[in-house]
């Protein structure tokens, strides 16, 4: 909800002694960094290149967002996280189902540094092929809910991280899915439910191919589900990053435009945001591109109201490719290894905001320089003058 004018200075103390503003999915951010974590696609079973523990990756202050790859079966559900898997049990009562108490702890520790986490569903080897029913894909999106999502006591749902609760649900389906409209309305309507009685902000994100329309997310993001951003696959396809023509402002095959023409004109929601989703390494997916041709492509892009930063493909293969998220970092304006700025708000112009005002958070259009000494702190959803 948005807030205008000024705070009380009661309510501008109490707001001050919160956490200063963290890294995480910011919608007013044009410097997003997703990385996918899970199926440890660089391949080593030991060593340190070998896909680490969640809580690892995010004492990195670049990157912001976690998919957990994957449950990749949904109806019955199946759960895959690779070599972390084997820090897991199985529940007795459902062995394809991962107890995975050590990523729970992580998921705690991710949340606590500020990271969203977001559950992945599907990726490539998805082959349920969704439902047979609109009633059946919502009786499986509760299910998927009271699994991951806030505890339901009077659910019998297996909880794989145990009370941890993620932070929102990723659709990366990869082939055609029945039902997914009534599957995503469904998640949707029951995140929407949680945050209206007071839960912590949930996310609803998707991994389409970029082509489009897409074959598998395509029904759901053509106006029928809400999503707060997605993570485009520039990979594997014509469409890819590594299709960017440098120099030239028209593009014939790389195709952020498209998506941004979809974000404008078919999204549900209107904000959502965008973010280009690349291959961290030669080995990630076809079509990796680093560089200047890279650097071009993200700057191309950000040229787009509604680019939101950069996804990759996977964490062990970023970390195998030992200076590519920089690169990225340093695309994006940002400063490698140093929590990122807030590129969402527009240089100091027009009136200066008192102390205890607010000078930025969701959905705020005011001023936003604070009257010296004063500077502008706090969440992605509140900043005051403090
Ligand atoms: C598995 O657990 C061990 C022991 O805590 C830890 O060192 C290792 O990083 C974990 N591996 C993964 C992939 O989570």
Redesign the pocket.
């Known amino acids: 909800m948005p807030f205008f004018g000024r705070v009380s200075p009661l309510v501008g103390t109490i707001l001050s002694v919160l956490p200063l503003a963290l890294a995480g999915f910011d919608p007013s951010s044009t410097s997003n960094i997703a990385v996918y974590w899970g199926q440890?696609s660089f391949g080593q079973g030991s060593g340190s290149l070998?896909?680490?523990?969640?809580a690892?990756y995010c004492a990195n202050t670049d990157v912001d967002i976690i998919p957990l790859a994957f449950m990749n079966g949904i109806t019955p559900p199946i759960t895959n996280f690779a070599?972390?898997g084997?820090?897991c049990t199985a529940f007795p009562s459902d062995r394809n189902v991962l107890n995975c108490p050590?990523?729970a702890e992580d998921i705690r520790v991710c949340q606590s540094l500020g990271k969203t986490i977001i559950l992945s569903l599907a990726g490539a080897t998805y082959t349920q092929g969704g439902w047979s029913s609109a009633d059946a894909a919502r009786s499986a999106a509760d299910l998927v809910w009271n699994m991951f999502g806030p505890v339901n006591p009077s659910s019998s749902a297996l909880r794989p991280f145990g009370t941890a609760v993620v932070d929102g649900i990723d659709f990366d389906f990869e082939a055609f899915t029945s039902n997914i409209v009534a599957f995503g309305q469904r998640l949707r309507q029951l995140m929407d439910n949680a945050m209206a009685s007071g839960s912590k902000r949930f996310w609803l994100a998707a991994a389409p191919q970029c082509f489009w329309p897409d074959a598998a997310n395509g029904p759901a993001l053509d106006g029928a589900v809400f999503f707060d951003f997605i993570m485009i696959q520039f990979y594997n396809n014509w469409c890819g990053v590594n299709n960017f023509v440098e120099g030239s402002q028209s593009q014939n095959a790389f195709n952020f435009d498209v998506w941004a023409n979809w974000a404008r004109t078919r999204s549900l929601n209107p904000d959502v945001k965008l973010l280009l989703g690349i291959p961290a390494n030669a080995g990630a997916g076809g079509g990796y591109t680093s560089g200047s041709k890279l650097a071009a492509a993200i700057r191309w892009s950000m040229a787009f109201e509604s680019f939101g930063g950069v996804m990759m493909w996977d964490m062990s293969q970023m970390y195998a490719n030992s200076g590519f998220l920089a690169q990225v970092v340093t695309a994006l304006g940002q400063t490698p290894g140093n929590p990122p700025s807030d590129p969402g708000t527009p240089p100091p112009s027009g009136p200066l905001v008192p102390h205890w005002g607010q000078c930025g958070g969701e959905g705020y259009t005011g001023p936003t320089q604070c009257e010296p000494p004063y500077t502008c702190q706090g969440t992605q959803w509140w900043k005051s003058c403090v």
């Open positions: 440890n070998a896909q680490q523990r969640l690892y070599n972390a084997d820090n050590q990523i």
